[in-house]
Antibody
């Protein structure tokens, strides 16, 4: 069965960086794009970008351009999302989500809470 | 970016009610519209993809329709487990966007 397992919660200071991992299992990792979506406390879903695990190619939301880097390690079927120059309003749950062949996110990780606080 | 506007933002409903949530795109997105359900403390769950296709394992009381700019999610007979927040998502453009969400509350 398809599973996406994310790394644990993080607490960071403003200005620092955070790197969240998403380990995929139950399918061929390189076949399906991986997206990253975040959700601030009590707020809606915000798309951050996606990576093609086969080529490493990325598309980022303009809001995060210059601050976000999505990478992958195909040898361990893991995608990563690194966000730099953290601010307090980056406090959120960060999700990875697989894109299916119909351009929908059919499997999601459990979420990683990132708290940015001085 | 394509803006997605859902209505209503919240809805007080009762078990057994028929519920319709609408989602409007700021430009045509063909049928590149998906619907998700999210319960507190959980990740979103895909319900409907490509505007009207039911995701495997999702009850048939959920249905989706529309194309172009106007879309609807319908729950034919609301069940207790359906009280949650629902989001639409467009995947037509390179930059993906979500609606702001519709929260279903128990009346």
């Amino acid at each position: 069965q398809v599973q996406l397992v994310q790394s644990g919660a993080e607490v960071k200071k403003p200005g620092a960086s955070v790197k969240v991992s998403c380990k995929a299992s139950g399918y061929t990792f390189t076949v399906y794009f991986m997206h990253w979506v975040r959700q601030a406390p009590g707020q809606g879903l915000e798309w951050m970008g996606r990576i093609n695990p086969n080529s490493g190619g990325t598309n980022y939301a303009q809001k995060f351009q210059g601050r976000v880097t999505m990478t992958r390690d195909t040898s361990i079927s893991t995608a990563y999302m690194e966000l730099s120059r953290l601010r307090s309003d980056d406090t959120a749950i960060y999700y990875c989500a697989r894109e299916n062949r119909s351009a929908a996110n059919d499997y999601w990780g459990q979420g990683t809470l990132v708290t940015v606080s001085s | 970016d394509i803006q997605m506007t859902q209505s209503p933002s919240s809805l007080s409903t009762s078990v057994g009610d028929r519920v319709t949530i609408t989602c409007r795109a700021s430009q045509s997105i063909s049928s590149y519209l998906n619907w998700y359900q999210q319960k507190p403390g959980q990740a979103p769950k895909l319900l409907i993809y490509a505007a009207s296709s039911l995701q495997s394992g999702v009850p048939s009381r959920f249905s989706g329709s529309g194309s172009g700019t106007d879309f609807t999610l319908t729950i034919s007979s609301l069940q207790p487990e359906d009280f949650a927040t629902y989001y639409c998502q467009q995947t037509y453009s390179t930059t993906i966007t979500f609606g702001q969400g519709t929260r279903l509350e128990i009346k």
